[in-house]
C-alpha cells in the first residue's frame, strides 16, 4: 500500500469506503496505486476506524476508539456498535432515542461515514465528492428490505457530503483488487469474505480478456454471530443462567441478550434498559435468591460492562490462531470470569453456522458447474477469514497451500473499492483494469 502523499494525483475527487460491521476504511486511488487512508488517528492502527459511536448525557458525541475511551471513562452513556447489522431491521421512520437526540439508522450511520470523508479530504488536501460504498451481496433474503437497507445507506452517504453515491459487493471489491495487482495467468478464484457481519464469496475467472464474475452469495454469519454464541454458552452460566430470581422466576434468555450483548441493547431505550435491571435487582435482593452469578449479572448490565465482556471474547477466539487452548477472562467489580476455551471447543460451538458456510461454499461453486479442485486460489477477506476454525474448514475444502494467508486480508475490499470509485471519475490513470462483465 501507498501512502497518499506518493499518489502523484493533484486532485482526489473520489474514495472507497468499506464501511464495516466492526471496523470500517477508506482509501484512494491515483496514477501510482491505490492508499489507504488514515481514518482514526487515537487508534492503534489508524487506518481501522471502528465502526462505534458514544453519546453522552451531555449532549456531545464520539466516533471510532474515541468512542470507547469515552464509554471506558462514562459507561453511563450510550454505545452503539455493530451498527450496520441493524439496516436490514429497521425502517427508514425508525428512530432511536439518544438521550435529547433522535436518530434513525442512517442518521447513525451519517455521522460515521462523516467523520470518514473529513479524514479522507485531509489526508488528500482536497474535497472529495464521490464514494464507491461496499455492501454485502445480501442485505436480506427479502429482496424489498435487500434494497431498502442500500437506499438508507445512500442516504446516510449523502448526507455526509458525498454528492454521488455507488455501490459495490464487497467480494467483488476485492475480486477486482486481487486482479488489478495479479495479471497473471488463467485462473479460476473464490473470494471469501467473512467480517463482522457477514460472509460474502465471490467465483471469477480470469482470462485473455478480462475477468468475469460466476456466482455470488451471501448469508448473515460473521465475527458478531460467532461472538453471541461463545457468550450463550460459556459466559451464561456465570451470569446466572438457569437460576431463579424473586420468587422462582428463571431470567429469560433474551434478558441476557437485551442488557449485556452491546450489539443489541443500543437499540432498547434508556428507561426500558434502566427500568428492566432495577427490576430484576430489586426482586433478586428482596427475596434473597441475589447469588453470585446473579449479582455478576447485575454488575454486569447496571455498569454496562457488555462491550467489554465482548471484547473478552473477541480476544479470547483470536487467540486460538496461535494457542490451541486459552480462557476468556473478564473481571469488573461482583464479576470474576475464567473459562477455558480451545480450539476443539470451537468446532463443537461452531457447528451449525461451520456447516452452513461450508454448503455455501459448495452450492456456489456446484450453481456455476465447479468443484473445489477447479478453484486455483481462495482469497481471503475480512478479520473472521483469520479464525482458526475457518481456515482449518478452507484448508480442508480446498488444500492448504490454495488458501494462503495475505497480508491485504482487511484492506482488499477497500482497494478494490476505491479502484471502482477512480476509475468512474478519471483519478486513477493506473495500468488498465479488468472490468468485471
Not at 476504511?25 to 488517528?41: E, F, M, Q
Not at 489526508?123 to 455492501?135: M, S
Not at 454469519?221 to 437460576?243: A, C, M, S, W, Y
Request: hydrophobic share 40%.
Amino acid at each position: 500500500m501507498l501512502p497518499v502523499r506518493a499518489l502523484e494525483t493533484t486532485l482526489v475527487l473520489a474514495c472507497g469506503i468499506d464501511f464495516g460491521t466492526s471496523n470500517s476504511l477508506a482509501a484512494v486511488a491515483g496514477p501510482k496505486g491505490v492508499a489507504v487512508c488514515d481514518i482514526d488517528p487515537v487508534n492503534a492502527d489508524p487506518q481501522l476506524l471502528p465502526s462505534l459511536l458514544y453519546f453522552s448525557r451531555r449532549g456531545w458525541h464520539r466516533i471510532g476508539r474515541a468512542a470507547t475511551h469515552a464509554y471506558q471513562h462514562d459507561p453511563d452513556g450510550r454505545f452503539v456498535r455493530a451498527l450496520k447489522s441493524a439496516l436490514p431491521d429497521y425502517s427508514p421512520e425508525d428512530t432511536f432515542r439518544m438521550f435529547k437526540e433522535s436518530y434513525t439508522v442512517a442518521g447513525l450511520a451519517r455521522l460515521v461515514l462523516s467523520r470518514i470523508k473529513e479524514q479522507v479530504e485531509a489526508a488528500c488536501g482536497a474535497e472529495v465528492t464521490h464514494a464507491t460504498l461496499g455492501r454485502p451481496v445480501r442485505f436480506s433474503a427479502d429482496p424489498a428490505i435487500d434494497r431498502q437497507a442500500e437506499e438508507m445507506l445512500r442516504e446516510a452517504a449523502e448526507g455526509a457530503g458525498f454528492r454521488s453515491v455507488r455501490f459495490l459487493t464487497e467480494p467483488e471489491a476485492a475480486t477486482r483488487y486481487y486482479f488489478s495487482e495479479e495479471l497473471q495467468r488463467e485462473r479460476t478464484v473464490l473470494v471469501f469474505d467473512f467480517g463482522g457481519g457477514t460472509l460474502d464469496l465471490c467465483l471469477a475467472r480470469f482470462g485473455p480478456d478480462g475477468y468475469r464474475v460466476l456466482n455470488t452469495s451471501g448469508v448473515s454469519i460473521g465475527g458478531t454471530v460467532l461472538d453471541r454464541i461463545l457468550f450463550e454458552n460459556k459466559l451464561l452460566p456465570h451470569l446466572g443462567q438457569g437460576q431463579k430470581w424473586g420468587r422462582g422466576m428463571e431470567l429469560p434468555h433474551y434478558i441476557f441478550n437485551r442488557l449485556v450483548n452491546p450489539d443489541a441493547n443500543w437499540r432498547i431505550t434508556e428507561n426500558e434498559y434502566a427500568s428492566e435491571v432495577r427490576q430484576i435487582l430489586n426482586a433478586s435482593t428482596a427475596s434473597g435468591t441475589a447469588s453470585l452469578q446473579l449479582r455478576a449479572f447485575h454488575s454486569v448490565a447496571a455498569r454496562r460492562m457488555g462491550p467489554d465482556l465482548f471484547g473478552a471474547i473477541e480476544a479470547a477466539k483470536v487467540r486460538l490462531s496461535q494457542e490451541e487452548q486459552t480462557e476468556i477472562r473478564f473481571s469488573g467489580p461482583d464479576v470474576n470470569i475464567v473459562e477455558p476455551l480451545s480450539r476443539a471447543d470451537l468446532w463443537v460451538l461452531f457447528q451449525e453456522p461451520l456447516d452452513a458456510i461450508r454448503k455455501l461454499v459448495v452450492d456456489t461453486l456446484e450453481t456455476a458447474g465447479l468443484a473445489p479442485e477447479d478453484v486455483d486460489r481462495v482469497l481471503l477477506a475480512g478479520g473472521s477469514s483469520a479464525l482458526i476454525c475457518t481456515q482449518e474448514l478452507l484448508s480442508d475444502l480446498f488444500g492448504p497451500e490454495r488458501v494462503p494467508l495475505r497480508q491485504d486480508l482487511f484492506t482488499s475490499v477497500v482497494s478494490g473499492l476505491a479502484l471502482d470509485a477512480a476509475g468512474h471519475h478519471g483519478a486513477a490513470n493506473r495500468r488498465p483494469v479488468p472490468m468485471i462483465h
